[in-house]
């Protein structure tokens, strides 16, 4: 049985609920015996030819305890299900919190589909897991030691044979628990590194084309979906093992209960009344067993769920945040930051990226850290904004120690402008509020202006309400730079950093930026790390990095003077700084600019931007028609399938009718030995050929995703980038 105690400790302050679904289930079962019970008493009823208006009670009686089974039936899978939603609920919070503790520091080591699928297909997996599985363990659990307390007061050895059988049934398959168990984790390995190698090259598919490698990446995906397809038969061939065992056990003790009751019939040890209840009443004792073998799967795939998410809630951080100080957030730190003698590698890196690095930035002092590239300015960010921890040396910030600080304090101070500016799938105005959430319109649009933004958003089709798309990606980049520049001045941190702003414009972009940010760092600490000379030369002073040290600070013309590091690596750009008059662009131009911008763009915005795709309109008949025609390359496979699945209900039927005629022998004191031979043949029989068909179709249907999965990127890479900049990668 596939119970984890990891998976249990999730059900923490709601089992009252689970148990209250199972004793619910527990009710339901027995009123299922019950109406099995009166079903067998009517059916004797009618053996001894009972006048009709005899049964007219006994028939209302059968039908309301249906009725009542249904509505029990209907209570516990809703009270079950909402108790797994409020667990998958509970959950999802959980792995959130968990991926904002570990940080993008964490994600620089690992893939980011991985955390996808557990976060999202490994929570969804376990709503049948709770739902369904584990609610229906514990029914199958005690249903069996309930009937057989019944049926030990009609017969204590058909009652023997009866709960035997069951308890094999629910505990035999543990013997391939163990296969089980690695097979499923295999499966969910092979899941998780498909998903995230499809991940990469949806995200990546401009890049693979431009390099003619999307081709490659195609037949790299096609052995991931095939590894994939391995792994699931591997899982479905040792679990079908045991829902062979489970159909066997059932089939076997269905057999024995009506040969053993049979033979006690014919000795005078029950009555014929006897016999048919307990034979109804094993109906409802094995009835559990077949639902739980239908779970049995997804039991299986909701333990291997929970083995990922475990593994992502364990995952420890070496940063261990503060929570002094964060109720009482309203106390702002002076605007100055000191670099104390800090030593800093990054997790997995063979080389330092700073080392014993020593300065400190005063109040409203405006500082441009430069050097080559690798020589540890975006580090300098990453450690201000505590990504990462330095192993030996202090950070302060407002003259206290960082680690000291709570995270509100930290960014509540500090405002960012990167070099990769990251602005989400929605509109304008709700990536200017991640700057401050409750701003008023009157805010966002003040923000705007000096960042040289409110005039290019105004002439968006939607204005501050288009959708930008995911990245940004139906902007510019100098419009998406503009954006988090604004963004960053909604905030109103008295600490700016700019880490590399304008690295990624273009001449005419960059003017029109370097004003706004002009305008933006008045009356801010402002730290600029850049290698561009435009974006330094009016700092008041200079930090020079290589190799992780500080080897020189001071004015730029010092430095230019001293002819040092400073120089080698800016001397190339005073000709060309000396003869532009740099930041200072015509207005014009940059209208010319932003309209040219906006011209290339506009047809994106005309196209549809919800970015789940739907086959609106499609009926029924027509989803039967496509799905079809997936299927014609398997069609001998899917009329095997059809064939063994009329064979299973043509062996079911002859289960019901030969033990039908074993009954009426008995009754009319016929001979039935033959009979039973048959019946213990046709119902091992009706297993096999249930797990043939199971087999056959589960291979067919795996095949076929596979190869849909790779038919979808080959299709994808056919439509190009342009088609994906109107849809999501989550929904792919």
Not at 465 to 475: A, F, N, P, S
């Amino acid at each position: 049985m596939y119970i984890d105690r990891h998976l249990w400790a999730f059900t923490d302050g709601i089992r009252g609920r689970i148990g209250a679904a199972v004793v619910v289930g527990l009710l339901a079962a027995c009123v299922g015996v019950a109406r099995l019970a009166l079903l067998g008493w009517l059916l004797a009823k009618i053996f001894s030819q009972e006048p009709l208006e005899q049964l007219v009670w006994p028939f209302l009686g059968v039908a309301l305890v249906m009725i009542l089974r249904g509505a029990l039936e209907y209570w516990r899978n809703m009270m079950a299900h909402e108790t797994a939603t409020k667990v998958q609920l509970h959950l999802r919070k959980r792995l959130y919190d968990k991926i904002v503790s570990l940080g993008p520091a964490y994600f620089g080591l690992e893939r980011t589909g991985d955390a996808l699928l557990s976060v999202v297909e490994g929570v969804e997996r376990l709503e049948v897991y709770f739902g369904q599985y584990l609610p229906q363990l514990f029914v199958c659990a005690f249903v069996p030691i309930t009937v057989f307390i019944f049926v030990a007061f009609l017969d204590l050895p058909v009652a023997l044979v009866m709960v035997g059988f069951a308890l094999l049934a629910l505990f035999a398959p543990a013997v391939f628990h163990k296969w089980d168990s690695a097979n499923a984790r295999g499966r969910q390995h092979a899941y998780a590194d498909f998903s995230a190698e499809f991940l990469d090259s949806l995200q990546g598919l401009a890049t693979l084309q431009a390099f003619g490698q999307s081709k490659t990446r195609g037949k790299l995906l096609a052995e991931k979906a095939y590894e994939l397809f391995r792994r699931t038969m591997w899982v479905l061939a040792t679990n079908s093992l045991s829902r062979g065992i489970t159909d066997t056990c059932i089939a076997v003790g269905a057999a024995c209960m009506l040969g053993l009751g049979a033979y006690r019939v014919t000795n005078d040890s029950m009555t014929m009344t006897t016999l048919l209840v307990i034979l109804m009443m094993g109906v409802e004792v094995f009835r559990p067993l077949r639902d739980l073998r239908a779970l049995l799967h997804d039991g299986m795939l909701g333990a291997a769920a929970a083995k990922g998410i475990v593994e992502l809630l364990d995952k420890s951080t070496s940063i261990h945040r503060s929570s002094s100080g964060a109720n009482d957030c309203s106390q702002s730190l002076a605007p100055t930051v000191d670099f104390e003698g800090v030593t800093f590698t990054y997790p997995g890196g063979r080389r330092r990226a700073h080392h014993e690095l020593s300065f400190q930035v005063s109040a409203g002092e405006r500082v441009g850290i430069v050097g080559a590239s690798g020589s540890g300015k975006s580090s300098i960010v990453r450690l201000l904004l505590r990504l990462y921890d330095p192993e030996e040396g202090t950070i302060r910030l407002g003259g206290k120690n960082l680690r000291s600080l709570s995270d509100e304090e930290i960014y509540q101070n500090i405002a960012v402008v990167n070099q990769d500016t990251y602005l989400f799938h929605g509109t304008v105005e709700q990536n200017l509020r991640f700057g401050k959430s409750d701003a008023s319109e009157e805010e966002i649009v003040a923000a705007a202006k000096p960042s040289n933004a409110h005039d290019f958003i105004m002439r968006l089709p939607q204005g501050y309400d288009t959708v930008v798309g995911e990245r940004g990606i139906k902007l510019s980049g100098g419009q998406r730079q503009r954006i988090a520049i604004a963004r960053a001045v909604l905030r109103d941190a008295p600490i700016l950093v700019l880490d590399e702003a304008l690295s990624a414009v273009d001449t005419e972009n960059e003017a029109t930026i370097q004003e706004a940010l002009e305008r933006v760092m008045q009356g801010r600490t402002t730290l600029i790390c850049a290698h561009r000379l435009s974006s330094v030369i009016g700092a008041d002073r200079l930090l020079v990095l290589d190799d992780g040290q500080l080897v020189e600070s001071g004015g730029h013309e010092e430095l230019i003077a001293a002819r040092g590091t400073y120089f080698a690596l800016m001397s190339g750009q005073i000709e060309s700084v000396e003869s532009h008059d740099i930041g200072r662009r015509d207005d014009a131009l940059e209208d010319q600019a932003t309209d040219k911008g906006d011209d290339e763009w506009r047809t994106a915005y005309l196209e549809p931007t919800d970015g789940i795709i739907r086959a609106e309109g499609l009926g029924w008949l027509d989803v039967l028609r496509e799905l079809m025609a997936m299927v014609v390359p398997w069609r001998g496979r899917l009329i095997l399938t059809f064939t063994l699945g009329v064979a299973r209900v043509a062996a079911f039927i002859g289960v019901g009718v030969i033990s039908a005629l074993i009954v009426a022998a008995v009754k009319n004191d016929l001979p039935f030995a033959s009979l039973l031979i048959a019946l213990c043949i046709i119902a091992p029989l009706a297993g096999i050929l249930h797990w043939l068909e199971s087999w056959i179709a589960h291979d067919m249907a795996f095949r076929l995703l596979a190869e849909l999965r790779i038919a979808l990127f080959k299709k994808l890479d056919e439509l190009g980038p342009a088609y994906l900049v109107r849809r999501r990668s989550g929904d792919l």
